[in-house]
Nanobody, 119 residues
Framework: QVQLVESGGGLVQAGDSLRLSCAAS????????IGWFRQAPGKEREFVAA????????KYRESVKGRFTVSRDNSKNTVYLQMNNLKPEDTAVYYC????????????WGQGTQVTVSS
């Protein structure tokens, strides 16, 4: 059973940085992609970034390119989302999720961590 636990959220000011962590357990994640999603109040959940566990290949939504970096540390079974130059519009609950690369849907989710960016 896949387990994902996020941490690292908090309250920061615009322009600050945060690093979110997603600790993964319960599986060999080499054939998996780990994604970061976020959901702001009153809005639908949206994709933020993802990384292939095996080769580290990243993907980003356009609005975070150049500010966010997704990476993984295989030795720690952890995926990171480094967020720089944060903006108030980045305020949301951030979730990590996992899916087999061969699948289209993410089917394992963490509980989320709140990120609040004040202006």
């Amino acid at each position: 059973q896949v387990q994902l636990v996020e941490s690292g959220g908090g309250l920061v000011q615009a322009g600050d940085s945060l690093r979110l962590s997603c600790a993964a357990s319960g599986r060999d994640f080499n054939p998996y992609r780990i994604g970061w999603f976020r959901q702001a109040p009153g809005k639908e959940r949206e994709f933020v970034a993802a990384v292939n566990w095996g080769d580290g290949y990243p993907k980003y939504r356009e609005s975070v390119k150049g500010r966010f970096t997704v990476s993984r540390d295989n030795s720690k079974n952890t995926v990171y989302l480094q967020m720089n130059n944060l903006k108030p519009e980045d305020t949301a609950v951030y979730y990590c999720a996992a899916r087999l690369i061969s699948n289209s849907d993410y089917d394992s989710w963490g509980q989320g961590t709140q990120v609040t960016v004040s202006s």
